[in-house]
């Protein structure tokens, strides 16, 4: 038993370790599908989901769903060290060394194990053993250590999303919450001009690679929801898409080649994303821009000076570019209990 209890000490180790090694430093997508982290990020979602979704409504649901990415990650965190001060216990009892001023059995061992992982220095229970001190200072280096990580990966993390939210309050502020195509296109086209439209394509390609990184390493960072029920990165990240594809579809010239370039990270960004969380594309349920829409926008538009093709001509080259990200931002919808923006602007 003792052997036992030694071996599977080292596993749970190991094992915590480089989960912890993989979620926390390791700079790259890590394939592995078996991982603590991501059964425990799938179970404890739709646990949470289905509890606050079958409770509240509105303001007190949209609150609660906004809670469970900062707890899941104290959460998680509390489960890696107590299963390593678990495992270390388990290392000591498989050892059978006695420990001075303390009760034998497992939860004498798991006590100890424990003021040792947190340095606390307590004194009331000392190693007598050579190798039980060894493994002693290699915990206390262990707790240190995690500790230490840990420190540096909370602010990491919200640094990552400050920089994520702060384009999404902006956006926010000019056209209006949700973000639609139809609000960027009316308040960044003036008398045809595309200079400002342009610039706003090119600081969201940058967004957009930025999302990409950070929620590709950071996972838990697409659990964190924005301040207000209609903004989310999701949201964004597709209105912006329905803008470059509109652009893509109906207007030549420059703008239209950032368009192409904003479209093509943006699209990485949500196919990535959607496989990262095995997302299956799925079909919108509702029309999202029907024809009469369509020809209310390339009205609006010609307007302001813009020259675009017919309406048969346009809807045809946007649904070809609509294909390629709708169905996988309705999927990360249904995930996320996030709303994926209209075309046009909410009438009040």
Not at 148 to 154: E, P, R
């Amino acid at each position: 038993m003792h052997a036992l209890s030694a071996v599977f000490g080292v596993a749970l180790i190991l094992f915590i370790l480089e989960e912890a090694f993989e979620t926390v430093v390791l700079p790259r997508r890590v394939s592995r599908r078996l991982r603590l982290t991501r059964l425990f990020y799938r179970t404890t979602w739709k646990a949470w989901t289905r509890t606050v979704c079958s409770l509240f409504t509105g303001k007190g649901k949209e609150s609660l769903l906004s809670l469970y990415g900062p707890l899941s990650i104290f959460v998680l965190l509390s489960l890696w060290a107590i299963t390593l001060i678990t495992g270390f216990g388990l290392l000591y009892l498989g050892f059978g060394h006695v420990l001075k001023g303390g009760k034998g059995g497992a939860a004498g061992y798991i006590y100890y194990s424990g003021t040792t992982f947190f340095t606390l220095g307590l004194g009331d229970v000392v190693p007598s053993a050579p190798v039980s001190k060894a493994l002693t200072v290699l915990e206390a280096g262990t707790g240190f250590g995690f500790l230490a990580i840990l420190i540096s990966y909370l602010p990491a993390l919200n640094q990552y999303f400050y920089r994520r939210e702060t384009p999404i309050s902006v956006l926010d502020a000019h056209v209006g919450s949700p973000p639609t195509a139809e609000g960027i296109l009316d308040r960044h086209i003036v008398g045809g001009d595309l200079d400002v439209l342009h610039q706003l394509l090119y600081n969201w390609e940058s967004w957009s690679a930025e999302v990409h990184e950070s929620h590709l390493y950071y996972p838990v960072l697409a659990y964190f929801r924005s301040q207000h029920e209609y903004q989310s990165w999701l949201t964004a990240l597709t209105a912006i898409l329905d803008t470059c594809a509109f652009l893509m579809s109906g207007i030549e010239g420059t703008c239209k080649c950032q368009a192409e370039l904003t479209f093509a990270m943006a699209e990485h960004t949500i196919l990535d994303l959607s496989d990262l969380f095995d997302c299956m594309p799925r079909k919108p349920g509702a029309e999202r821009l029907p024809r009469a829409g369509l020809a209310y926008l390339r009205d609006m538009l010609s307007k302001k000076g813009l020259k675009l093709p017919e309406v048969d001509v346009l809807d045809k080259r946007l649904k070809e570019l609509r294909a390629r990200y709708e169905p996988y931002a309705e999927s990360l919808s249904g995930r996320f209990y996030l709303a994926v923006p209209p075309w046009l602007k909410m009438k009040n």
